[in-house]
């Protein structure tokens, strides 16, 4: 069966320092990865998705980055943190015109 | 470009009242819809989807949604709602390729 793993589940950070967020799918091969920030009264924004190796789409710029380096990782960076990025990350994945599965999210605080 | 809109950001209700939660969308084809629930402390779960056929769908839990093309709608619905449905519920449609979701609504179900 397929899993997805997100890590870390919390995280704080000083404002100006770099962020790496990893996420990881199991179990099926190339699928669609999609990095999403939830904050409250905002629903979920789509940061970023991927379809393949090195394929990226940006959906928002802003400061952070993403990459897929191997078929099933999906890493989100960011070099300098902002207060504003501070939020619930939630990485996804789905296959052709299925439903997405969802991690269990990262709660990111900037300080 | 796509775009959801859910037209409660707070419902309270009692036990055993019945539950309707407005979601109305935008985009100019063919659709997929979906309805997510995020109970407290948990990931976000896939309620119910539509993407062909009987416009009315069945989830689990007791859920169903209606798609309405004509009102552009995708309306999730209880019968007789828990306070084990207390929980944030998320629409999202799919169009062209990505999922966007709309703001959330916050389920409060009071025993």
């Known amino acids: 069966s397929q899993t997805i793993h997100q890590w870390p589940a919390t995280l704080v950070q000083p404002v100006g320092s770099p962020l790496s967020l990893e996420c990881t799918v199991e179990g099926t091969s190339n699928p669609n990865l999609y990095w999403y920030r939830q904050a409250a009264g905002r629903g979920l924004q789509l940061l970023f998705y991927?379809?393949?190796?090195?394929?990226i789409s940006s959906e928002v710029p802003q400061n952070l980055s993403a990459s897929r380096p191997q078929d099933r990782q999906f890493i989100l960076s960011s070099k300098k943190l902002l207060l504003s990025d501070s939020g619930f990350y939630l990485c996804?994945?789905?296959?052709?015109?299925?439903?997405?599965?969802f991690g269990s999210g990262t709660r990111l605080t900037v300080v | 470009a796509q775009s959801v809109s859910q037209h409660n950001h707070h419902v309270i209700l009692s036990e055993a009242a019945s539950l309707e939660l407005g979601c109305n969308y935008s985009y100019g084809g063919t659709v997929n819809l979906f309805w997510y629930v995020q109970y407290p402390g948990q990931h976000l779960q896939l309620l119910l989807k539509y993407f062909s056929g009987d416009p009315l769908v069945k989830g689990i839990k007791g859920f169903e949604a209606e798609f309405i093309k004509s009102k552009f709608s995708f309306n999730l619905r209880k019968p007789s709602v828990q306070w084990s449905d207390t929980a944030e519920y998320f629409c999202?449609?799919?169009?062209?390729?990505?999922?966007?979701f709309g703001k959330g609504t916050m389920l409060l179900v009071s025993p």
């Open positions: 996804a994945w789905s296959l052709g015109n299925y439903g997405y599965t």
């Open positions: 991927s379809v393949g190796i090195g394929q």
């Open positions: 999202a449609v799919r169009g062209y390729s990505t999922l966007t």
